[in-house]
């Protein structure tokens, strides 16, 4: 049975619940701006040609890890708090990574105006090899650190376990501004398109 409030003409009520098109259309702007909590933290996605971005939830302490590099000089991941991380895992004798290291050279040189850092780590057991390689590459300029005892990053067959397992070469993990680690990729992926620039600058700005 109808309610009888609801007994009215047709045209009447048609005038009453149906929008005009400029209430339609502001409700259609305004729409994204109502968007839950929830969704609003969801990164973006993203993807390589062999896999996508993987979130780790929680999110996992990283800020006491320290890093190497090729001068021997040492500095710890908390060191770029306030600023998302790509931290990338590569080696001279990785196909993939050479594809990726002059990708990560030129995110190097954006990122001086981005809320985000990028750190390779090369997992060759010689700082001179990683330099003769690199200048072979013409990459002289990337600045990046070496893990050559394998203690940051390790892949499965390793005897002991490591902060930052490898499931295959490249791998990158993104850090939050808390220095966490929020998420991987395996394989090469080209981090200056503009999908992966929107997942940078998403933990850049994020707040915790």
């Not at 998302?84 to 050479?98: D, E, G, I, K, Q």
């Not at 030129?106 to 780590?121: D, G, M, N, S, T």
């Amino acid at each position: 049975m109808i309610a009888p409030e609801n007994r009215r003409p047709a045209s009447d009520r048609n005038t009453t619940s149906s929008p005009t098109r400029r209430q339609a259309l502001a409700l259609t702007l305004l729409s994204p701006l109502v968007a839950t909590p929830a969704a609003a933290r969801q990164p973006p996605r993203f993807a390589g040609p062999s896999s996508q971005f993987v979130q780790i939830d929680p999110p996992e302490e990283a800020g006491s890890l320290v890093l190497t590099d090729l001068a021997g000089k040492t500095r710890p991941l908390s060191a770029y708090r306030g600023k998302a991380v790509l931290l990338n895992f590569w080696a001279s004798w990785c196909p993939p990574c050479r594809r990726e290291l002059p990708i990560l050279r030129r995110l190097q040189a954006k990122a001086k105006r981005e809320p985000f850092v990028v750190v390779p780590v090369s997992l060759d057991k010689s700082m001179a090899t990683v330099r003769a390689y690199l200048d072979r590459l013409g990459l002289a300029d990337l600045a990046t650190f070496i893990d050559a005892e394998g203690t940051v990053a390790s892949g499965p067959k390793s005897a002991k376990p490591t902060p930052f397992p490898l499931y295959g070469m490249p791998m990158t993990y993104l850090l939050d501004r808390e220095a966490r680690s929020v998420g991987y990729l395996v394989g090469e992926a080209d981090w200056t398109s503009p999908e992966g620039l929107d997942l940078l600058r998403f933990y850049g700005r994020a707040s915790s």
